[in-house]
C-alpha cells in the first residue's frame, strides 16, 4: 500500500542530499552602454510622435498647444455705465398656458429678490420668477434702469396675461452689492415695500480680461467685492432675515463654468477664483443653514448670449468662433436658458437639493 508520509520523507531527502554545499554569487558589473537609436521615437518617423510638444517646434502646427492656452494680447475692460446696453425684456415666456406640470414648480405667494436684476442674466432670471407667480424686487447700481425694467417686466406680464386682475408687486432698490451699509439700506428697504423675502438670487457681477501680471490691484478687488463680498453680504443678510421669521428659504448664487475650469483664449484669472469662491461659498452655507430649512445652491452658466456679450462679440468675433468651437452643443446658451433653472432651484421641485453646483453650459465643462 503507497504510504504518503514515507514518500515525502524520501523525496525530502533526496532534495536535501542533492544540493550544493556551497553556493557561488555572481554579480554583474554596471553598464553603460548608449541606448539604441528607435525609429519609432523620431518625430520624423511617427506621426503620433510628430503632434506632441516633443517634436521640433511647429512639428504639428504653429504652435503646439495654443488652442489650450490663454492669450495674453486679449483685453476686455467692463464697459462704464453710459456704455452698457441694455438687456431686452423677453417676449412670449410667461403667458397663460395649458400643458400639464407639477405644481411644485410653482412660485406662487413668494417674494424674490435678485441682485444685478437690472440687466442682462438677472433681467431675464427675474422675468422668469414673475412669470412663476413670485413677487420681485430688482437690486441693482443703477436704480434708474432698475426702475424702467420693473414697468416693463409689468407691462409684458399684463400682455401675456390678458384678463388677469392681479398683477405682480415688482419693484426697484439701488444697492452698491460690496458696500455692507448699502446692502443693509436696500434690504430694510425691500423690507418695506414686501413685508418679507423668501428667495434671492446673486446674480450682481462682472468680469475683465487681462493677464493677471498687467491687471491693475484695485480693478482686481473692485471686482472681487463685486462678486464675491456682495454675494457674501446678501446671503448672510436674507439668511438672517430668515431665520428670525423661523422660514425657509433658497438662495441661488449665480456662480459661472468659471469657477470650474480656465477659460481660453482670454485671460481672467481673478475672475475664475472669484467664482470659484462662489461656488464654495455655496456649499458651505448650504451645511452651515441647513439646520434653518435654507437651502443654498448655485448656478454655474457657461458662455451666454446678454446685450454685453453680443457686444463684445461684435467688437472681437475671433472670441466667437473660439468659444463656439469648445462647447459640445455647438452655440452659445441665451439668458433664456436660465429661466428654469432658477426656477426649479427656487421652489419646492427642489427641496431637497442644497449645496448643488447645475451648470447650464451646453457641455463645456465636460471636454
Avoid at 463654468?257 to 481660453?264: A, E, K, L, P, Y
Avoid at 452651515?288 to 454685453?308: D, F, K, Q
Wanted: hydrophobic share 40%.
Amino acid at each position: 500500500m503507497f504510504n504518503r508520509s514515507v514518500a515525502r520523507s524520501g523525496i525530502k531527502a533526496l532534495n536535501t542530499t542533492s544540493r550544493p554545499a556551497t553556493r557561488s554569487t555572481f554579480i554583474r558589473p554596471l553598464s553603460y552602454t548608449t541606448a539604441r537609436a528607435n525609429k519609432k521615437n523620431d518625430p520624423k518617423n511617427d506621426p503620433n510622435l510628430a503632434a506632441t510638444n516633443k517634436a521640433p517646434e511647429g512639428a504639428s502646427g504653429e504652435h503646439e498647444g495654443q488652442f489650450a492656452r490663454t492669450d495674453e494680447s486679449v483685453q476686455i475692460e467692463y464697459p462704464p455705465d453710459s456704455e452698457m446696453p441694455a438687456q431686452p425684456v423677453v417676449q412670449g415666456r410667461g403667458g397663460m398656458h395649458f400643458k400639464r406640470t407639477l405644481a411644485q414648480f410653482s412660485l406662487e405667494n413668494k417674494v424674490s429678490m435678485v441682485t444685478g436684476g437690472a440687466r442682462g442674466l438677472g433681467l431675464v432670471m427675474g422675468q422668469g420668477l414673475v412669470a412663476s407667480g413670485s413677487d420681485l424686487a430688482i437690486v441693482d447700481l443703477n436704480k434708474a434702469e432698475a426702475e424702467e425694467q420693473a414697468q416693463k417686466l409689468v407691462e409684458q406680464f399684463r400682455k401675456e396675461n390678458p384678463g388677469l386682475e392681479e398683477m405682480p408687486n415688482v419693484t426697484a432698490h439701488y444697492a452698491d452689492v460690496a458696500n455692507p451699509d448699502s446692502v443693509n439700506e436696500a434690504l430694510a428697504e425691500v423690507l418695506a415695500k414686501h413685508k418679507r423675502i423668501d428667495n434671492l438670487v446673486t446674480s450682481a457681477g462682472f468680469t475683465e480680461n487681462f493677464d493677471a501680471i498687467s491687471y491693475p490691484f484695485d480693478r482686481m478687488k473692485k471686482l472681487w467685492g463685486v462678486n464675491v463680498d456682495g454675494t457674501y453680504l446678501f446671503a448672510t443678510g436674507v439668511a438672517k432675515h430668515l431665520m428670525e421669521r423661523n422660514a425657509p428659504g433658497s438662495i441661488v448664487m449665480i456662480g459661472s463654468m468659471s469657477g470650474s475650469i480656465v477659460n481660453v483664449p482670454q485671460p481672467q484669472a481673478p475672475y475664475n477664483a472669484a467664482k470659484a469662491a462662489v461656488r464654495h461659498l455655496a456649499a458651505s452655507l448650504a451645511v452651515e443653514w441647513a439646520g434653518h430649512g435654507i437651502r443654498v445652491n448655485c448656478i454655474s452658466p457657461g458662455y451666454m448670449l446678454t446685450a454685453l456679450t453680443r457686444k463684445i462679440l461684435d467688437e472681437n468675433p475671433q472670441l466667437r468662433d473660439k468659444w463656439t468651437s469648445l462647447i459640445p452643443v455647438g452655440k452659445m446658451g441665451t439668458p433664456e436658458d436660465l429661466m428654469g433653472a432658477v426656477t426649479f432651484l427656487l421652489s419646492d421641485a427642489s427641496k431637497y437639493i442644497t449645496g448643488a453646483d447645475l451648470r447650464v453650459d451646453g457641455g463645456y465643462t465636460l471636454t
